[in-house]
């Protein structure tokens, strides 16, 4: 099973909340929302290390939140690989990815103004994707932006790796699987905010999803037993 958890960081607008929570996330995620300049991006990161505690509390294994260690690519990862987990935040909104098989993902909030880049699509994408009629053009970018994202987390390089070199979309959908070096890639998108693009990578094909939007109350209530 594969939990894709959700949080509003304007809760944590409330400067009690957000010292509370400080306290809960323990120091490598303390020290990471210290270093961040702009009170949006502390908010985001803050929520992000909420979520991640509260699956591992959830399924009680408190000792091994605190064992996360961070690539050099800035990935959090457990040495051992007992759990994996993936997370993102855009906009106003955290998500974590929490599994007992590999995962990456990805949110984006969706603009009407597309982000001028072209380094996105492989050629056969840029193909399609001129085709498209003004408003699928913003559906499809930010559904294909968050696949390719997932994917490359879960790989381990994130957008350090060329999304132009493989693609996502087929005949203006984005596929259910993907093959890039030598692997397979389930890909699995949602639309639980509105004008929020949601993906999630796995390499498991059947998989049971589990999506839980959850508030500050439901964070900092849960306890190891």
């Known amino acids: 099973m594969v939990e894709l958890l959700i949080m509003d960081a304007d809760e944590l607008k409330d400067s009690e909340k957000f010292e509370t929570a400080m306290e809960l996330v323990g120091e490598q995620r303390r020290n990471k929302v210290e270093r961040l300049f702009k009170e949006e991006s502390k908010r985001l990161s803050l929520a992000a290390g909420l979520l991640l505690r509260y699956a591992f509390f959830s399924v009680n294994q408190a000792k091994l939140y605190t064992e996360i260690e961070v690539t050099a690519n800035g990935k959090p990862y457990l040495p051992n690989k007992e759990y994996y987990f ?5 906009g106003r909104y955290a998500i974590c990815t929490f599994s007992k098989v590999p995962v990456g993902c990805d949110i984006e909030k969706t603009r009407d103004k597309l982000p001028r880049t072209t380094k996105i699509f492989s050629i056969q994408e840029e193909k399609e994707f001129i085709t498209l009629e003004e408003k699928e053009k913003r559906q499809i970018f930010f559904q294909l932006w968050t696949c390719k994202e997932s994917i490359t987390k879960l790989i381990g390089k994130g ?11 087929h005949e203006n959908q984005v596929k259910e699987s993907v093959f890039i070096d030598e692997r397979y890639f389930y890909l699995k998108s949602f639309h639980q905010i509105e004008n929020y693009a949601i993906s999630v990578c796995t390499e498991t094909s059947k998989i049971t999803w589990e999506i839980k939007k959850m508030n500050w109350y439901n964070l900092i209530k849960i306890k190891n037993t």
């Open 86 to 90: 993936s997370l993102s935040h855009s």
């Open 159 to 169: 957008i350090a790796y060329p999304f132009e070199s493989f693609s996502v979309l």
